[in-house]
């Protein structure tokens, strides 16, 4: 067998099917020319996103433009910014995918606080401002692979949550971390009913161990292409853990708390014969009610077109991650 030369790591592999993400990379190429990215920072323009479904709902929750060192997308076959922002899970807005886009356009985030509290040495209040000047914002081009086996290829903004930690400084007595979303049924219906919102008890709540929290590819983010995160993909502060499940992923975050003992979280509490703690991407253990082997990846093609491709163990990042399983009966820890 043959390979090519300067084939990318098995995580950076272009996937076969053909989508063409020309805009944003007809626009780095544009903002290229006129000086705009140089010293490895990106400005971006604040596009409208377009409703994929119909063209019905334009999009009106401000986004601004980040300043961030760019990543390089050369390689990278991107899932089209208009379908990111608006084929969405986020329950507290409503349970169909285009719920969020329509009910989540006048969450108000600023102010926001983010306390990163429990057994850390030095506990942080984090304000709007400081969620994009605290730390040094990077774009990282990252998988999403929710378990309802649909998945994208998305250029997120934001730092690694290791930099977070740095600072809180976890005690040693410090085994997993914590994290919640907002609780605010006011501006969240679905807090308000649990037809709306699918019968969770919020706030969502989600975990990590402690070593999964400090992996360099954990990412807190703050923002995709190029702009502070819509509302409806988790603004102003979300986790992104590419080698997980989406539902990991936790949005709208105003809590992350240090602790000795696993946390509860949201879909192992409502199924937990479903929804394992660990939710590691992985082909060879179903969901009971469907198979976890291959998955329709979003691309330009609208969403009943035909990418399926077979998912990777790790969701592509195996080469990063697996080595934090070892020795786990990843049957059992699912
Ligand atoms: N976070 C909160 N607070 N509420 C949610 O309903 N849905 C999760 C995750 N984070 C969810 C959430 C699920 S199931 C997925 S697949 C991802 O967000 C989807 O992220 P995206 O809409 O940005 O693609």
């Known amino acids: 067998m043959t390979k090519n030369i300067g084939q990318p790591a098995s995580w950076q592999l272009a996937e076969n099917q053909v989508t063409d ?70 329950y507290e807005f409503g349970t169909g995918k285009s719920d969020p886009v329509k009910n989540a356009q006048s969450f108000n985030v600023d102010p926001w606080k983010l306390s990163i509290t429990g057994l850390v040495e030095q506990p942080i209040t984090l304000d709007y401002d400081d969620l994009f000047k605290r730390f040094t914002l990077e774009e990282r081009i990252y998988r999403l692979r929710c378990v309802e086996a649909w998945s994208m290829v998305i250029p997120w903004i934001g730092f690694p949550l290791a930099d977070i930690l740095k600072q809180a400084k976890p005690l040693s007595k410090a085994k997993y971390v914590a994290f919640e979303t907002l609780y605010d049924p006011k501006q969240m219906p679905g807090q308000n009913s649990r037809r709306i919102g699918g019968g969770i008890d919020y706030p969502y709540v989600e975990g990590l161990r402690l070593d999964e929290a400090t992996h360099p590819l954990t990412l807190m983010s703050v923002g995709l292409y190029g702009k502070t995160l819509p509302a409806q993909n988790g603004a102003p502060i979300r986790l992104v853990v590419p080698w997980k499940y989406g539902f990991k992923s936790i949005k709208s975050i105003v809590s992350i708390k240090l602790v000795d003992k696993m946390p509860p979280t949201t879909w192992n509490i409502l199924a937990p014969h479903e929804y394992g703690f660990y939710a590691n991407v992985n082909p060879e253990v179903d969901h009971p009610r469907w198979s976890q082997a291959s998955e329709r990846r979003i691309t330009t093609g609208g969403l009943f077109a035909r990418n399926r491709i077979d998912t990777l163990p790790f969701n592509g990042y195996a080469e990063q991650v697996a080595h934090l399983y070892k020795n786990m009966d990843l049957t059992k820890y699912f």
């Not at 780095?28 to 010293?39: D, E, P």
């Open 21 to 90: 993400e020309a805009v944003y990379h007809s626009r780095r190429t544009l903002l290229k020319k006129l000086g705009f990215i140089g010293a490895g920072t990106l400005l971006s323009t604040n596009t409208q996103a377009i409703d994929w479904f119909s063209s019905k709902k334009p999009q009106v929750f401000n986004t601004s433009p980040l300043t961030f060192k760019a990543a390089d997308t050369s390689k990278q076959t991107l899932t089209p910014e208009s379908k990111v922002t608006s084929h969405n899970n986020f």
